[in-house]
């Protein structure tokens, strides 16, 4: 029972995460491609937490901690370029 | 069923609750106009999916093995945390970045502050006799 609804998230989880790299590929302008790769970071720490609880396993959760940190990084850069043109900047305010 | 099944029962249910909210944002993202609305169920409905989803396994691991994982606890404040700001500061860009809005979106309250915005940053950097840089032109420019 338990197993089944494990399965069924998961799969539910797949099938998000495969609309979103469908909104990715077709997104009309890159703030919608980034909305998009936001979610399917978020989506994949979610079924990680799911994939660790169906192999009973605690090994997986410090992936959690790195893959969430990542994509929050991961965005922030990306802004900051559509913003800017430059992730770095290096002009000083004088 | 013991104490301990019910308990695994009520995990894998918060962790089903989650993959629906997730599927829920998944439609939200492919059905919605613009990349406006988009981030509404971008950043909402995967926050609560994912909080959802991380509270049951930390249920699940508590029951099951009497294992507090504060690894998991440290991952739903950090997601909880930082989904708001990443929804934030990516829509704060796109709209700088002047992105085409829905046809059906009825009014743009900001537009008009900006506008007066930029025209007094004009005349202020025209009055001290400043050089204006090419800065500009590029926030100008429509990113497709």
């Known amino acids: ?94 | 069923m013991s104490i301990d099944a019910t308990i695994e029962f009520i995990a894998a249910l918060f962790m089903l609750g989650g993959a629906m909210m997730a599927f829920i944002s998944a439609i939200g993202i492919i059905r919605l106009p613009d990349v406006f609305t988009r981030s509404h169920a971008g950043t909402k409905s995967s926050t609560l999916a994912v909080l959802l989803t991380l509270m049951g396994a930390f249920i699940y691991f508590a029951a099951n093995q009497g294992f507090y994982s504060v690894r998991l606890l440290l991952g739903i404040a950090f997601v909880f945390l930082t989904a708001p700001v990443a929804g934030h500061v990516i829509i704060r860009a796109a709209y700088r970045a002047n992105v085409k809005m829905a046809d059906t979106t009825v009014e743009d309250e900001l537009k008009d502050v900006m506008d007066k915005v930029r025209e007094e940053a004009k005349k202020e950097r025209s009055e001290s006799g400043e050089v204006i840089i090419e800065d500009e032109k590029v926030s100008d420019k429509e990113h497709s």
Request: glycine residues 6%; proline residues 2%.
């Open chain 1, 1 to 94: 029972m338990i197993q089944g609804m494990l399965t069924a998230a998961l799969v539910l989880y797949g099938i998000s995460i495969c609309i979103s790299v469908f909104r990715i590929i077709i997104g009309p302008s890159l703030p919608d491609r980034i909305v998009a790769l936001d979610m399917v970071g978020v989506m994949l720490v979610s079924s990680i937490a799911i994939v660790s609880v169906m192999l009973t396993t605690t090994a997986f959760l410090e992936v959690i901690l790195i893959l969430a940190i990542l994509a929050f990084i991961s965005t922030i850069a990306f802004s900051k370029y559509i913003e800017r043109g430059t992730i770095l900047e290096y002009r000083r305010d004088d």
